[in-house]
């Protein structure tokens, strides 16, 4: 069983940044792939980005290549979103989950309660 708790969302101006942290318990974090997503109002849950669970390959949505990091942190188990030069259109809830799949960012087995992210333009 790992539960997942998101923290770190707050409201910022276009061009700030943000770092997002999602805590897991479980002795099995390590062994998950984790991912970020976020859902707009009134838009669908998007993929953000994902790491192996050594950290070794991450992924990224095109719309933030270049401005978020994900990393974690595997003795902390704990996964982070470095969000730099964000926009309003960043604005969003942003969830963690711990995937099931590399690649497939659809299968998940954990989902956490999310953060709200607000970027005022």
């Known amino acids: 069983q790992v539960q997942l708790v998101e923290s770190g969302g707050g409201l910022v101006q276009a061009g700030g940044s943000l770092r997002l942290s999602c805590a897991a318990s479980?002795?099995?974090?390590?062994?998950?792939?984790m991912g970020w997503f976020r859902q707009a109002p009134g838009k669908e849950r998007e993929f953000v980005a994902a790491i192996t669970w050594r950290g070794g390959n991450t992924a990224y949505a095109d719309s933030v290549k270049g401005r978020f990091t994900i990393s974690r942190d595997n003795a902390k188990n704990t996964v982070y979103l470095q969000m730099n030069s964000l926009k309003p259109e960043d604005t969003a809830v942003y969830y963690c989950?711990?995937?099931?799949?590399?690649?497939?960012?659809?299968?998940?087995?954990?989902w956490g309660q999310g953060t709200q992210v607000t970027v005022s333009s």
């Open positions: 479980g002795r099995t974090f390590s062994s998950y792939v």
């Open positions: 989950a711990a995937l099931t799949r590399w690649g497939n960012w659809d299968a998940y087995d954990y």
